[in-house]
């Protein structure tokens, strides 16, 4: 497998609240990906975020080097990490005033070298899996967002969620609450296929057709990476934008 992540303050913020993480585990021939975007101001959510995720992460790769034998339950060890990360940020929150209201989304999980994949989400960052071969992209992950909320209710169209005043509007978040109910997802790659986790700096600025377009022009993803940062900065990047992806 190959993989590459990006991240950048975007044109208009003046701190990155992003953060990614790619860690391989040699022992289970896989690589563990975290991808945050913090919230509550400046810098209450660069931490949310950097704490969040690297305690999501370490938390998957702990139990992943375990001395027991049976095979991993993914479901529990992603859902028990994003716990984790949950705690830590939370009772941060709680420790200084600066602090309060701070959170962070999260997308995040584990990817064998056969293609296996399993994801976890909490907020509005997105996992999509994208196939050359069938010229097709597919949103692994649900935003939990209220935009989200009133498409499901039939109240707006795509369309018009795309320009809602509320869009950036999340309705779970890690960090805000003592507990948190994370979204679980499977998937399988193939050859060529490409594992995508972004911010909504770049899924509120590119569309999933466009990042199709994008993975057929740059087939790496370090290639495919800098180039969707690079539009998202030239049309404007009103926020942070983070990329990674995952090539089988």
Not at 49 to 59: D, I, R
Not at 109 to 129: E, F, L, P, W
Request: charge should be neutral; proline fraction near 2%; hydrophobic fraction near 35%.
């Amino acid at each position: 497998m190959k993989s590459f992540g990006i991240t950048d303050k975007g044109k208009v913020r003046k701190d990155n609240q992003d953060s990614f993480i790619i860690k391989k585990v040699e022992a289970k021939d896989c690589l563990i990906v975290g991808l945050c975007d913090g919230m509550g101001g400046a810098k209450a959510g660069g931490l949310a975020s950097h704490l969040a995720n690297k305690a999501f992460v370490s938390e998957v790769f702990a139990k992943l080097n375990s001395r027991i034998k049976k095979a991993p339950d993914y479901q529990k060890i992603l859902k028990d990490a994003c716990s984790e990360a949950n705690t830590v940020a939370y009772e941060y929150s709680q420790f200084d005033e600066q602090f309060n209201g701070m959170g962070t989304t999260i997308v995040g999980g584990v990817i064998k070298t056969d293609g296996s994949g399993y994801i976890i989400n909490v907020g509005d960052s997105r996992a999509y899996h994208i196939s050359r071969r069938s010229h097709s992209i597919y949103q692994i992950t649900r935003d939990h967002s209220l935009v989200e909320e009133l498409l499901e209710c039939g109240v707006i169209t795509r369309e018009q969620a795309k320009v809602h005043p509320q869009k950036n509007v999340i309705t779970r978040a890690l960090g805000s609450e003592p507990k948190v109910n994370a979204d679980y997802f499977e998937f399988k790659l193939q050859s060529g296929d490409m594992l995508l986790l972004c911010s909504d700096g770049l899924s509120n600025t590119i569309s999933d057709f466009e990042m199709l377009d994008y993975v057929e022009e740059y087939p790496e993803p370090e290639l495919l990476c800098g180039a969707l940062l690079s539009k998202a900065l030239n049309r404007g990047a009103r926020d942070n934008v983070t990329v990674v992806a995952v090539m089988k």
